[in-house]
């Protein structure tokens, strides 16, 4: 199910709660009915609004656009996977936060593996002067 579909369902829901509530108070005037309550109304709204925020999220991450220089950073700390796109073409690597040589700093860092196999340790800054870009999935 999709996320429009369920916020369709959530609609739909919600005036069948309605109608029944209707249907209810007809029947018996003096009586409340828990589905004509003003909180059922704001609950169902709630969750259409989280599923927005959600499908939200999701669209951004499936769009994989280039990386910002701070989702690398947060990506770093996770130690996540990207893919590097660069003069030598698109290699797989480890993002890293390393100790600065001879500093007092950490700096943003990717393990890439070449094709003939081998494992070297780049500075993300270095690497995007270059032009190189990254993404969370292969581009």
């Known amino acids: 199910m999709t996320t429009e579909e369920a916020i ?70 996770k130690q996540e996977p990207v893919w590097c796109v660069d003069h030598d073409g698109i290699n797989a690597g480890l993002l890293s936060m390393q100790d600065a040589y001879k500093k007092d700093e950490q700096i943003l860092c990717i393990f890439l593996q070449d094709k003939e196999g081998h494992i070297g340790i780049y500075s993300v800054a270095d690497l995007t002067k270059s032009r190189a870009r990254f993404y969370r999935r292969r581009p």
């Open 8 to 77: 369709k369902r959530l609609r739909r829901q919600m005036e069948i709660n309605k109608y029944t509530a209707g249907i209810i108070k007809s029947l018996s005037p003096g009586s409340e009915s828990n589905l004509s309550d003003g909180d059922g109304a704001e609950a169902f709204e709630m969750a259409i609004v989280a599923l927005r925020a959600q499908q939200g999220k999701l669209d951004s991450i499936l769009a994989n656009g280039p990386l910002t220089l701070k989702e690398l950073q947060e990506m770093a700390c």
